[in-house]
């Protein structure tokens, strides 16, 4: 179940899932308020999908609904996407066995209490699950994931002809244009090295972006920095790109940053949220602080002018990808907590 079809992380997310718990042998059905372009894309896959309704989580008539979707399908187990999603099952009353994902920093522990386990993107959204009340005993750590096939076989220097990039170097940005993210930073840094043949490429749009053009203008550089806009060529982009930046001050989980260490990129972090999960610096990536230009100007100084450094940091980014956080390990390690759930439930 998840409470939201639109084209963010989460829906991805219980894509990809259903399709490698099918490759693993395991079939989901999946309950939405409507069918949305999560619902469009289940179905061409072949999955049955449900509709409870749209409006607020505690609306009695989808709460209804939800409840008799849950009691007439064969399933064994129910998994709440989010706690909007796990809130409604327990409003709901329905009775067969529940986990849930949390896919974000836990604000309220009281939307999980009901579920038998509950599975965190990080350890950093499970220690916010503990810290508000949910059993450490009954939660496990399962990273997001990425489809790696998405990254691999692309011509770089065919999309950097198509791009123009033939004789720059190019860092790669793919978030919102919000504080959060940082680009700010970015910004600063891209100034601070002097060079004329560098490009920063922002991918993505948001409330910030007029104030972003502003700073990049002040420093003299609005010609170096590209706001590509929301894409549907990542792939491609980061295929072409030299180095991947992401100088979040506030991050979850950071499906962009897989993204990039998936398509074998040196990679540039901060300190905060799950990156350090992903990122050991000079193994796969680079760590700094966060809102440290300073910092992130002198690492990008290194990795710019050593291409031997940079090409062994995004192969073994490449790797970690490829196995520490595959789409196939996600749905064997999720399996493995329903098979917990379930063997509670005989043992009761």
């Avoid at 079809?5 to 059905?29: F, I, K, M, P, Y």
């Avoid at 309950?31 to 372009?37: E, S, T, Y």
């Avoid at 491609?236 to 979850?252: C, H, N, R, T």
Wanted: charged share 20%.
């Amino acid at each position: 179940m998840i409470a939201s079809t639109g084209t963010g992380g989460a829906e991805q997310h219980v894509l990809d899932l259903c399709l490698n718990l099918r490759l693993a042998g395991v079939e989901s059905e999946v309950a939405m308020p409507n069918q949305g372009r999560l619902g469009q894309q289940l179905g061409l896959k072949g999955f049955v999908t449900h509709t409870f309704g749209t409006g607020s989580r505690l609306n009695v008539f989808n709460l209804l609904r939800l409840r008799n979707i849950v009691r007439q399908s064969q399933a064994d187990v129910v998994h709440a996407h989010m706690p909007r999603s796990a809130s409604m099952l327990r409003w709901s009353k329905q009775t067969k066995p529940c986990v849930a994902t949390a896919h974000n920093i836990v604000k309220h522990g009281w939307p999980f209490l009901h579920c038998q386990r509950v599975i965190c993107v990080s350890d950093m959204v499970c220690r916010s699950l503990n810290k508000h009340g949910y059993p450490l005993d009954n939660t496990v750590v399962i990273h997001n994931a990425v489809d790696t096939n998405r990254f691999t076989g692309l011509s770089r220097d065919l999309i950097r002809e198509q791009m123009a990039w033939q004789d720059k170097q190019v860092i790669l940005c793919v978030a919102r244009l919000v504080p959060a993210k940082g680009q700010r930073y970015a910004i600063q840094a891209v100034a601070r090295l002097n060079r004329p043949d560098l490009r920063l490429v922002l991918a993505g749009s948001g409330t910030d972006e007029n104030l972003l053009r502003d700073e990049a203008h002040a420093l003299g550089i609005s010609q170096q920095v590209v706001f590509a806009g929301n894409r549907q060529d990542v792939p491609q982009l980061l295929a072409g790109a030299d180095i991947y930046v992401q100088p979040s001050i506030k991050e979850g989980f950071g499906i962009a940053f897989l993204e990039a260490m998936a398509s074998g990129l040196a990679c540039i972090g901060t300190r905060t949220g799950a990156i350090p999960e992903m990122v050991l610096t000079g193994r796969n990536g680079w760590l700094i602080d966060a809102g440290n230009s300073d910092e992130l100007a002198d690492v990008l100084c290194n990795l710019l002018d050593n291409h031997h450094l940079r090409k062994q940091l995004g192969e073994q980014a490449a790797r970690d990808a490829r196995t520490t956080f595959s789409l196939q390990r996600q749905a064997q390690d999720t399996i493995s907590v329903y098979q917990q759930v379930l063997m509670r439930k005989l043992s009761s």
